[in-house]
Each structure stands twice: as structure tokens, then as C-alpha cells.
């Protein structure tokens, strides 16, 4: 990730003019710094452009958004993940969130960074004198942060505001109104399908993590489908299922910092393990690497509340074996176990282990029955023995967003809803199901694809929305508080606790915006 760098020299000259102008007349402080960087003065070249663009993504790898905090409103909302305790950071996940927390502020505040630089990109690089072709492509870049951000914002909190100037350019931004969500998912479209039209279909390997076509194709379905607008989606999965895409061979590889932005790969969340520490912002000097990985880790090998998987997931694993009678090799990928079963897989064989390659028993205990996660932890190929080894930032493994077997599901469910169980919808489910190594499916029903992608997907930040755009929160966890046993049940839920609190610094700075419901 690109970080845009200020010179000590910039920030001496700077504090020594802060400090001259206190003892000096009005005329002087009338003057213009020249050193300080303006909309005039920076967005003026090319390299001002990719500077531009660089910062709108790197709000992502703040500890604020995918290195940490957005797994709390995502992963640790779901019917999955049984939160330990009761801190602020897991309240969302038993609906018990407050507009006042951290958590909730902090993760709002990173998505509508992206937005923010977004609209800069978009307000000011149209204006430089450039190559036209890169320029096309930057520009592509910055509908698709926008838009995917704010898919990200209406899923999470449905009425949000909708910006799409510069701050400096709204005459009055204190008295922005949230918009109608139909607006907010308009907008999203819109901007996807530009971003279709501007990306390229691949970049260099110095550039590899920047959005292209084929992200923004799929996330544009993925967008559909929510909506259920399924032919559209539909279509739009079809034009990535042309070849460029493919399953990986392996499907642990997927969770590696080793088989990165691979094959299957539309979009993830560029990670790095450079050895910076600190907490907060987007700044140079503060780390990019995978500080979730100790909220997923096993007990004992965190220091925070961390969790446990709920027992239903294991269960789905063993309703069905392999082609050569043996447990679904991703369950070993995604899950840590009391077991000493074992799957032969891609020349090896696949156990539940932990870090520092440790048995349950060698972890944990000889009975144990706690599960918890495996995925994302990364030990087989880095050596970790814990979740912070190196500190915070340890590990350099990317997020993975979008992959083309979730592309290969959402098909199938959006050729379901229109045809059933046709052959179409059975070869795209297949294939995930194949790479598995699991029989194939004669028929299907909705339950199958819904099983499938559990079992697939789990721990990859998809399973809260999966329920929430099926409708099925209410009906899926507030009706099952054992699922959120670890930490206080259900009962704080409330009608529209689906959706986050808005921020209470929001509502206070601004008169026009109103609480969500069930707050």
C-alpha cells in the first residue's frame, strides 16, 4: 500500500513559520505558506492523481476498518461466531450496541474516509493534464472505493448520508440528511458500472492489489443480487465466468499470506507484516498487517475476549463426506476441533492443528468440546505459535473480499431464484463443490446453496448479510440466543437492531439526522 510521506523538512519549516507568526504583524500572517499542500497546489499532476488514489484505499488497512475492527460487524454478528464477553466490540454482535461506541464510530468513520478521497479523486482528477488511459483507470478506481464503501455503510447501517462532492465543496455539511437506502444502492450501481468501464482488466505486478474490471463486474452482481434484481446479477456473474477467474487448486491456500491475490482472487484487502507497530490511523509508521487474526484465534493463543464457533457449523461439516469417504477438507481449513480425524487432500494429509502445529489435546484438553477458528490464522506456512508473536501487526495476510467460488454461489443462487434447480445452477455449485473433493449435487433446493456457502464461506466476513438480505436474523439468531451464549443472549435485541447504531457524535453535530430504530 502507497503511503503518501511528509518530509521532516516540511514539518520544520512549518513549525518554525507556526512559531514566527505569533509575535509578528496581521500583514504577515496574511501571507501564503507555500509549503503547505492545497486542493490548488497538490491536485495538479499525474503523480498527484496516483497519490490521490492511493490514500482513498488506504483507509482499508487502518486498524479501524479490515486490519481489525470491521470483523466486529461483520464475522462476530453472525450465527457462527459465539463472542466471549460482554465489551463494546462484541455488543453489536448480541444487538446490544449503543451509538457511543467506539467500535461503531470507528468503523463508520474509516468507510466514510474512503468516500471522502474518493470524491476528491473524482472531483479533481478529471482537471490534470495526464494520460488519458491512466487517468480513465484512477477514476475507475475511485467509483468503485466509493461505491463499494457505501455497500458496505447501507448493509451495515441503512440510513446514512449520501456524499458525493468534497467537503469543501457543500456549502452546509453539518445539515447533510441521510438518504433514502433506494438512493444509496442507486448510487452504488452507478458507480460500479462506471468503474466497469474505467478499470483495467489487470495491472502490473508493481500494482497488484488495485481494483480492475473483473472486481467491479462481480461486486456489481453481488450488488444486484442484495437487491434481488437476480437477472442482472446473473448477467453480471456471467461475464466473469468467461476464464479469467478460476478455483484455486488448493482451497487453503486461499487463507495464506504465501498464495496471495491468486487465481481465484477478485478483491482483497492488501496486508503487510513491515514490522511498524502503533494504534489508529492511516499514517506512515503505523502497521498494515493482520491485527484481527488474535479476535479469531483459540483460546490461549490471544490476549483479547476472543470466541468460539457455534456447534451447528461442525455439524454441517459431518452431514456428508467426501467422494472418498472422509471429512469436507474445508472444515480442517476453517475450524480448530476436538478430533483425530483426518482427510487426505492435495497430496497431504489435513488434521484440526492450531498454532505451533499443536493437537486439541496438546492445546487444549483431552475432552474438550469447544470449537474454534482455524482460518486466517496462517500458522502452517508462517511458523507463528500465536496470534501475536510479532505484536498486533505480525502477519502480513491479505483479507480476501471477493473469490470467484463466492462469485460460483451467488450464480447459483441467482439462477435458482430464477429457474431452479437447472443445470446451470448445478455445474456453477458443483465446481466449488468439486474443488472440495465432496459428491456432487443431483438437485438442489435454496437450503443446499445456503449449506454450501456456510461451509465455504464461513469466517470471510459474508454469513451477517447472507442472513440479513434472506431476511432471516430475527428467525436465525434472536430466536437462538444460545448462539450468542458466550457473552448475553439476545434479549437486548429490538426491533431494526439489525443495523448499527448510528453515531451519537453524528446525530449531536448535525440536526437533520435521526437515530435508527430499535435505538
Same mark, same amino acid.
Given at each position: ?369 469447544? &470449537?474454534?477458528? /482455524?482460518?486466517? $490464522?496462517?500458522? =502452517?506456512?508462517? +511458523? ?8 498486533? %501487526? ?82 436465525? &439468531?434472536?430466536? /437462538?440466543?444460545? $448462539?450468542?451464549? =458466550?457473552?448475553? +443472549? ?8 439489525? %443495523? ?20
Amino acid at each position: 500500500m502507497y503511503i503518501i510521506k511528509i518530509s521532516k523538512r516540511v514539518l520544520i519549516v512549518f513549525i518554525g513559520m507556526l512559531f514566527y507568526t505569533i509575535s509578528c504583524s496581521d500583514d504577515i500572517l496574511d501571507q501564503t505558506n507555500p509549503n503547505v499542500i492545497t486542493p490548488n497546489s497538490f491536485w495538479n499532476t499525474e503523480e498527484d492523481a496516483e497519490k490521490g488514489i492511493i490514500g482513498a484505499y488506504s483507509p482499508f488497512t487502518n486498524i479501524w476498518y479490515y486490519t481489525r475492527f470491521e470483523i466486529f460487524t461483520s464475522d462476530y454478528r453472525d450465527d457462527v461466531v459465539n463472542g466471549f464477553n460482554t465489551s463494546e466490540r462484541t455488543a453489536v454482535g448480541y444487538f446490544s450496541g449503543t451509538s457511543e461506541s467506539n467500535a461503531t464510530f470507528w468503523v463508520w468513520s474509516a468507510m466514510y474516509q474512503c468516500v471522502t478521497r474518493a470524491n476528491e479523486v473524482l472531483f479533481n482528477v478529471p482537471n490534470i493534464e495526464m494520460d488519458a488511459d491512466y487517468k480513465d483507470n484512477i477514476l475507475g478506481e475511485a467509483y468503485f472505493i466509493r461505491a463499494f464503501n457505501y455497500f458496505n455503510l447501507v448493509n451495515n447501517w441503512l440510513n446514512v448520508p449520501l456524499i458525493t462532492t468534497p467537503i469543501s465543496e457543500i456549502e452546509q455539511p453539518n445539515l447533510i440528511e441521510q438518504a433514502d437506502p433506494a438512493e444509496v444502492w442507486t448510487l452504488i450501481e452507478s458507480d460500479l458500472k462506471n468503474a466497469q468501464a474505467l478499470l483495467p482488466d489487470s495491472w502490473s505486478a508493481d500494482d497488484v492489489g488495485r481494483v480492475t474490471s473483473g472486481a467491479a463486474t462481480g461486486m456489481l452482481g453481488k450488488v444486484f443480487l442484495y437487491q434481488e434484481k437476480y437477472a442482472e446479477a446473473k448477467a453480471e456473474f456471467e461475464k466473469v465466468m468467461d476464464g479469467r477467474y478460476q478455483l484455486a487448486e488448493d482451497y487453503t491456500h486461499n487463507f495464506t499470506e504465501a498464495y496471495e491475490n491468486n487465481v481465484e482472487s477478485l478483491f482483497e484487502i492488501q496486508l503487510i507484516s513491515d514490522g511498524n507497530s502503533g494504534w489508529g490511523a492511516d499514517a506512515p509508521g503505523v502497521g498494515k498487517g493482520a491485527a484481527f487474526q488474535p479476535d479469531l484465534a483459540p483460546k490461549g493463543f490471544t490476549n483479547q475476549d476472543g470466541m468460539r464457533i457455534n456447534e451447528w457449523v461442525l455439524d454441517l461439516y459431518n452431514d456428508e463426506t467426501t467422494v472418498n469417504g472422509e471429512m469436507d477438507p474445508r472444515a480442517f481449513a476453517t475450524l480448530f476441533f476436538n478430533s483425530n480425524d483426518s482427510t487426505e487432500y492435495r497430496g497431504r494429509y489435513l488434521k484440526s492443528r492450531t498454532y505451533g502445529n499443536k493437537t486439541y489435546a496438546e492445546a487444549l484438553s483431552d475432552d474438550g468440546t469447544d &470449537i474454534f477458528a /482455524n482460518k486466517y $490464522l496462517d500458522w =502452517e506456512y508462517n +511458523g507463528f505459535t500465536e496470534s501475536q508473536q510479532l505484536g498486533w %501487526y505480525g502477519s502480513g495476510n491479505n483479507v480476501r473480499i471477493l473469490r470467484y467460488a463466492d462469485i460460483l454461489l451467488m450464480f447459483a443462487e441467482a439462477e435458482f431464484m430464477l429457474n431452479g434447480s437447472s443445470q446451470a445452477a448445478l455445474d456453477a455449485i458443483n465446481q466449488v463443490r468439486e474443488r472440495a473433493d465432496m459428491p456432487p449435487h443431483a438437485s438442489i433446493t435454496m437450503q443446499d446453496i445456503e449449506d454450501e456457502r456456510v461451509k465455504e464461506l464461513s469466517l470471510e466476513r459474508t454469513r451477517y448479510f447472507d442472513l440479513l438480505r434472506w431476511d432471516r436474523v430475527v428467525e436465525r &439468531i434472536v430466536n /437462538n440466543p444460545e $448462539l450468542k451464549s =458466550e457473552s448475553a +443472549g439476545t434479549s437486548a435485541y429490538k426491533s431494526g437492531r439489525e %443495523y448499527i447504531a448510528i453515531p451519537q457524535n453524528e446525530i449531536d453535530g448535525n440536526p437533520n439526522f435521526k437515530q435508527n430504530p430499535g435505538y
